[in-house]
């Protein structure tokens, strides 16, 4: 029997949901409703094929190999599995450049 794993959101992704939202529910409230449903629904399917996604190849190219990624277009949403655990890193616009976005994230950390 399979094991099925624990989905967690990092407030980072959670804040990352809200912001596209909330941006698509300025011009259409129904469409933002089906967007977040959509995105929601692929995320749970995490809890029992977490390695559904792929490396992330602009981190894989360095050799970081912990975080995946899958497109539920034209969103990704990156996260990391570890044991029997899946915590959802960032959900953003696939068709930014994830060096810029990681960047970002990574200055605007509170410390």
Same mark, same amino acid.
């Given at each position: 029997?399979?094991?099925? $794993?624990?989905?967690?959101?990092?407030?980072?992704?959670?804040?990352?949901?809200?912001?596209?939202?909330?941006? &698509?529910?300025?011009?259409?409230?129904?469409?933002?409703?089906?967007?977040?449903?959509?995105? /929601?629904? =692929?995320?749970?399917?995490?809890?029992?094929?977490?390695?559904?996604?792929?490396?992330?190849?602009?981190?894989?190219?360095?050799? %970081? %190999?912990?975080? #995946?990624? $899958?497109?539920?277009?034209?969103?990704?949403?990156?996260? #990391?599995? =570890?044991?029997?655990?899946?915590?959802?890193?960032?959900? $953003?616009? =696939?068709?930014?450049? &994830?060096?810029?976005?990681?960047?970002?994230?990574?200055?605007?950390? /509170? %410390?």
């Amino acid at each position: 029997m399979k094991q099925d $794993f624990k989905v967690i959101w990092a407030s980072s992704a959670v804040h990352d949901l809200e912001g596209i939202i909330a941006h &698509i529910a300025e011009d259409s409230p129904a469409n933002a409703r089906k967007i977040l449903s959509k995105i /929601k629904k =692929s995320v749970s399917d995490l809890y029992h094929s977490p390695h559904r996604g792929r490396l992330v190849p602009e981190l894989q190219s360095q050799g %970081i %190999i912990l975080y #995946r990624e $899958f497109v539920i277009a034209p969103w990704m949403v990156m996260y #990391r599995v =570890s044991e029997h655990t899946v915590l959802v890193l960032s959900v $953003f616009d =696939s068709r930014q450049n &994830i060096e810029d976005i990681l960047l970002k994230k990574l200055l605007n950390l /509170k %410390i």
